[in-house]
């Protein structure tokens, strides 16, 4: 009985300590959610604003046919799919490395894919899928746009040279702290807004085809750099959910063990009260 209750406590202090880790991790990103979440929301406006630029140019000569906004024939396709470099942040990682394999396998023409994140580096790579780069792209809590400006206009000069003809992107989107979801975005070639969602009138110096072949490279690597920090705040999101339901999963577990650490004391000092009172009758007699 002894060595029951012994047990029993070396679980709970055990616990406790994992709850301890469980508890500042849940801190740790619910700090870091505060900042990604506030990068997010200030970068959007530029984004839709950009948007609404290149849409404007567009319209404004539609006969004009610019190699990143006219589409082709799709003979390749190429999936951005996007996780992170760690795990304990519950379904975030699998979630798009799940919607990426149905895409697959309801894709009928060929297709390569770009993994950003070790997480989903190492998923492709066990999947055997085709790789645009055969190497680790890590995605750093405080990523910043030259960490991976190289590696978007590598996609964009791949585009350019016909190495495939579409590229979607697929990422977790940060909605609010509880509500993450898997969206995917094609990015090229880059989608046209029809005539009545254009609301704005813009002058422009120079010509069209001009200013898009400086600005649409632009507004494309901006824009996918947008993801990537869309979905770095829905891992910090997640992390930080996961670890508040592992730290109260805990708790759980540590209240169970006390009451059967408790019930073994009582049966363990009623047994001794027991042989005492055994003892002490014989004595008696």
């Known amino acids: 009985m002894a060595g ?25 990103s619910a700090s870091r959610l505060r900042q990604a979440e506030k990068t997010i929301k200030e970068y959007r406006p530029f984004i839709e604003k950009a948007r609404d630029i290149i849409s404007n140019l567009s319209l404004s000569d539609e006969s004009m046919q610019h190699p990143l906004l006219a589409k082709r024939e799709e003979k390749k396709v190429c999936f951005v799919v996007v996780a992170c470099d760690r795990g304990l942040a519950g379904p975030f990682n699998s979630n798009v490395c799940k919607e990426l394999t149905k895409q697959i396998n309801d894709l009928k023409q060929e297709y390569i894919v770009l993994p950003i994140g070790l997480k989903a ?40 040279e016909h ?11 940060y ?11 094609t990015v090229l070639p880059v989608p046209k807004i029809k005539e009545n969602d254009k609301t704005k009138i813009y002058e422009f110096d120079g010509g069209v085809k001009e ?18 920090l869309d979905s ?20 759980e577990v540590i209240s169970t063990l006390e ?15 027991t042989d005492i009172v055994g003892g002490a009758s014989v004595i008696n007699e």
């Open 4 to 28: 029951q209750s012994r047990q029993v406590m070396i679980r709970i202090n055990a616990t406790k300590k994992t709850a301890q880790i469980t508890k500042a991790m849940n801190m740790v």
């Open 121 to 160: 580096y190492k998923y492709v790579e066990k999947m055997k899928y085709p790789l645009l780069v055969d190497k680790v792209i890590n995605i750093k809590d405080d990523i910043e746009f030259s960490m991976v400006e190289d590696v978007i206009r590598n996609l964009v000069t791949n585009y350019l």
């Open 163 to 173: 190495s495939f003809d579409k590229v979607v992107v697929i990422y977790n989107h």
């Open 175 to 185: 909605v609010n702290t509880l509500i993450q979801k898997v969206v995917s975005e």
């Open 211 to 228: 200013i898009l072949d400086t600005a649409l490279p632009i507004y494309i690597e901006n824009t996918i750099y947008g993801y990537l």
């Open 232 to 251: 770095k705040a829905s891992e910090h999101a997640s992390r930080m959910n996961s670890m508040k339901s592992a730290t109260d999963n805990a708790m």
């Open 259 to 273: 009451l059967l650490y408790n019930r073994a004391r009582q049966s363990a000092i009623t047994l001794e009260l």
